[in-house]
């Protein structure tokens, strides 16, 4: 499959409907910390896949018509019209979204940045902050390499797990914490790493590099240190 075939992927990969705890406890801190009126919360998902965390922006009493999102595949974006989503946008690969400055309090950027080639990552970055309010934040989770590797074949030799031989065929870009950390530094002045999902070594080690998968909080306003309280801020501990 060619590797920005998005349509072919949107067939052959599903996307689950249970957002990782560790972006729930984030946004919920997020939500409490800033104290706004939720009516007058503008979110967007960029790379929105099938819609699952649209459904936790609602959840979490944001209204539908302050929810917004994108995605480079039409049958993606079709499922979440289907599902009452009318603020979905389909934008071709290397275009900006059809948003004005300065729009949003949140962007989330969930299992998207691994897709996107590095030599492009910076304009998609660039667009995204673009749309985001001075004291907006954005959530970039990714696939933590080589380590994912390592916990796929721990899955194939202990648990039998066979589809995990093979690493998805659309990751294209590889970050560690460090090299996801100074990718959103050349856009962002505050950037947090933290871990997203611990697989198999992170518990035993607690060095960054044993992350199973990472989440960045980006921002150009100092991070609220409320919002890392509870989370394995492992690049600051362990730089």
Known sequence: MDKQDFEKYADVKPIND???????????????????????????????????????????S??????????????????????????????????????????????????????????????????????????????????NYPVKRFNDWFNVIVNRRWKRIYDDPTHVTFYTPKSLQTRLQKKFKHVEVVCYKEGVFYPRIKHPMAMHKIIAIASDSPIPQALLQGEANALRKAA
């Open 18 to 60: 249970a957002p990782n705890p560790s972006w729930e406890r984030l946004f919920e801190k997020y939500i409490e910390i800033r104290r706004q009126d939720l009516t007058r919360l503008q979110v967007l998902d960029y790379g929105c896949g099938d819609g699952k965390f649209l459904f936790r922006f609602h959840a979490h």
């Open 62 to 143: 944001v209204p539908k018509e302050n929810i917004y999102g994108h995605e480079v595949s039409k049958t993606r974006v079709q499922r979440c019209h289907e599902k009452g989503w009318t603020n979905i946008v389909h934008v071709d690969l290397h275009k900006p979204l059809p948003f004005e400055d300065k729009k949003f309090d949140f962007v989330n950027l969930t299992e998207v940045i691994e897709h996107i080639p590095s030599a492009e990552t910076d304009f998609y970055i660039h667009d995204m902050h673009r749309m985001m309010k001075n004291d907006g934040i954005l959530f970039v989770s990714t696939p």
